[in-house]
């Protein structure tokens, strides 16, 4: 059994965004195949740690991204264990990388969730350029990435030169292995819960709201997708927004209760809300990276209705009719694809399981 150092620079549980849920399950997986060690912050909660060993080396605040006492201590660590691997989960301990293989030789992995610079120059980050040549310079230093989408493989070999064979496509993946079963029993229970006429469909939009992406969502749910979606009086609905951190200023969305709008506010069974669903809504269009959350709702059995730009990333040839696009910023055409999907009742193909299903994608990292 290998024995893999994995080191996560921030705190990622309890898991509230997709990211952090992503580290926690592949992390979870991995630990089930091999001998697993994670280095991450002292505010993580170890209670749901299972399937490995947990060391809280780092320290909360930015100053943990310099700390340069960091490079003997995982040095020590590497040499006492004798590890085969050690995998960084983003490119942010770049300079920490090079140093720790120059002194170790230890074969190094980069787990690359986005093109980061992308990311935050999507989002208005004017330092993004630096970022650029940080992470380029990873990306060269690493002996094998861990890439979340073939569009950022591509991006990798073809615009930064990276030898396409120390690329793996390493996809997010789900917790689920098959198509749910109980999706009828868990549109009933979420349609009482927040009094849901029987002959209402349920559209659901789901992520952390102090995220700017996901915030800019929900704006344009709420101001011009759902005034679209009123105008047709015969298509019976509501729309639940589920997650925190949600701006102060939105009073949660109180003013929207008389327009088809349910603020559920952060939700403990957000597998129970991606079943009930006839529909997801992901109209992002910033942040880069795939959305994770649309790659959980096709699992779940629930149809994706995304912009182009919402789609980057997943393989839409294994979707089936589980996932329809509509060109970025036309509403109109978005909204008239919710009305005509909403009654899809087509089962997420086999092929879909195979491929983002956990256990499947941490044995090919193995």
């Known amino acids: 059994m290998k024995k893999v ?43 749901p740690v299972k399937s490995y060993k947990l060391l809280p080396l780092l320290k909360k605040g930015w100053q943990r991204y310099i700390n340069i006492s960091l490079v003997n201590k995982i040095v ?37 969730h986005n093109i980061e610079y992308q990311r935050f120059r999507s989002t208005g980050k004017w330092w993004w350029w630096i970022l650029k040549r940080y992470e380029k310079s990873f990306f060269k230093t690493a002996d094998q990435i861990l890439f979340v989408s073939p569009t950022d493989k591509k991006f990798a070999i073809e615009k930064w030169k990276i030898n396409e064979e120390k690329c793996l496509e390493v996809a997010f993946g789900v917790e689920i292995s098959e198509y749910p079963s109980d999706k009828e029993q868990c549109k009933q229970s979420v349609k009482e819960k927040h ?28 101001e011009n997708i759902n005034p679209l979606l009123l105008q047709h009086t015969d298509f019976k609905y509501k729309i639940i927004i589920c997650g925190k951190r949600l701006p102060g200023e939105l009073n949660e969305l109180k003013e929207y209760a008389n327009q088809n709008i349910i603020y559920a506010g952060f939700v403990d069974d957000i597998e129970m809300y991606f079943k009930a669903a006839d529909i997801f809504l992901n109209p992002v269009q910033t942040g880069g990276g795939i959305k994770t959350k649309m790659v959980e709702a096709i699992a779940f059995g629930t149809t994706v209705i995304t912009t182009e730009s919402g789609a980057a990333g997943i393989h839409r040839n294994i979707c089936g009719n589980k996932l329809i696009v509509a060109h970025d910023n036309e509403w109109k055409t978005f909204a008239e694809a919710v ?4 009654d899809n009742k087509e089962i997420t193909p086999v092929s879909y399981y195979e491929y983002y299903y956990w256990g499947n994608i941490v044995k090919k990292v193995i």
């Open 195 to 222: 009094h849901i006429g029987s002959d209402e469909k349920i559209l659901l939009f789901n992520g952390l709201l102090d995220y700017k992406p996901n915030l800019d969502a929900v704006m344009i749910i709420l």
């Open 76 to 112: 020590t660590e590497i040499k006492k264990n004798n590890y085969d691997i050690i995998i960084w989960e983003h490119p942010y301990y770049a300079w920490l990388a090079k140093k720790i293989k120059k002194r170790t030789t230890i074969r190094t992995v980069l787990h690359a």
């Open 339 to 342: 009305i005509k999907n909403a």
């Open 5 to 47: 150092l994995d080191i996560t620079p921030y705190t990622y549980l309890p898991y509230f965004s997709g990211g952090q849920k992503s580290i926690a399950q592949f992390l979870e997986y991995l630990g089930r195949e091999t001998d697993l060690t994670v280095i991450s912050t002292m505010q993580n909660d170890t209670t």
